[in-house]
């Protein structure tokens, strides 16, 4: 499953980015059933889960972006969004979205396509 996402850039510290992830037409009518989620791996880091959202709109998020990063996803256009608030130099990464599955008490999320990454700078 080839997952497209978008939206990234250079942006300054303080501003605000909006990625898009495009799910590839093979799971159009089935998308609707799956947990999605959005990863990030930072220069030197290991990848981590940034924000996380089920099929029925549950959403879980990394302490380091709670209150300023918002999951979405819009079943109708097959997409699931990222919207980045009050964005730092900590935030600078590669952006992936992810096709996965939450476990039954919703604190895990585990991966089973990654699509390709999106590049996110901010500049200080």
């Known amino acids: 499953v080839q997952l497209q996402a978008s939206g990234g850039g250079l942006v300054q510290a303080g501003g605000s980015l909006r990625l898009s992830c495009a799910a590839p037409?093979?799971?159009?009518?089935?998308?609707?059933?799956?947990?999605m989620g959005w990863y990030r791996q930072a220069p030197g880091k290991q990848r981590e889960l940034v924000a996380a959202?089920?099929?029925?709109?549950?959403?879980n998020y990394a302490d380091a972006v709670m209150g300023r990063f918002t999951i979405s996803r819009d079943n109708s256009r097959k997409k699931v969004y990222l919207q980045m608030n009050g964005l730092n130099a900590e935030d600078t990464a590669v952006y992936y979205c992810?096709?996965?599955?939450?476990?039954?008490?919703?604190?895990?999320?585990?991966?089973?396509?990654w699509g390709r990454g999106t590049q996110v700078t901010v500049s200080s």
């Open positions: 992810t096709r996965g599955y939450f476990g039954g008490d919703y604190a895990t999320y585990s991966v089973l396509d």
């Open positions: 959202i089920s099929s029925g709109g549950r959403t």
């Open positions: 037409r093979s799971i159009f009518s089935t998308f609707s059933t799956y947990d």
